[in-house]
Nanobody
Framework: QVQVVESGGGLVQPGGSLRLTCTVS????????MGWFRQAPGNERELVAR??????EYTDSVKGRFTIARDNAKNTLYLQLNSLRPDDTAIYYC??????????WGQGTQVTVSS
């Protein structure tokens, strides 16, 4: 069974930055399109960034502030969060996107943006 482990969240002031990390226990990680999702209280989980072998995509609300990256040699996915705003507060998850659907969800990592 594939295991996904997210880390790097925390409490940060508006305008601050965080770097989230996700490690995935799967062979051939490099072949999988991956994404970062978030879920705020009372809201559905939403995809905020995705990365394939060739491209990255972002939801409008995070464009220019968040950057997704991957290190295939380490089976690791990253999300750099800059210029954070209170409405970025959520639990952040990573998972596979596209064909095959998501693997089992990890516990996520909490990001709280507050002064």
């Amino acid at each position: 069974q594939v295991q996904v482990v997210e880390s790097g969240g925390g409490l940060v002031q508006p305008g601050g930055s965080l770097r989230l990390t996700c490690t995935v226990s799967v062979s051939a990680f490099r072949f999988y399109p991956m994404g970062w999702f978030r879920q705020a209280p009372g809201n559905e989980r939403e995809l905020v960034a995705r990365i394939t072998a060739y491209a990255t995509e972002y939801t409008d609300s995070v464009k220019g502030r968040f950057t997704i990256a991957r290190d295939n040699a380490k089976n690791t996915l990253y999300l750099q969060l800059n210029s954070l705003r209170p409405d970025d507060t959520a639990i952040y998850y990573c998972n596979r996107v596209g064909p095959g659907g998501p693997w089992s969800w990890g516990q996520g990592t909490q990001v709280t943006v507050s002064s």
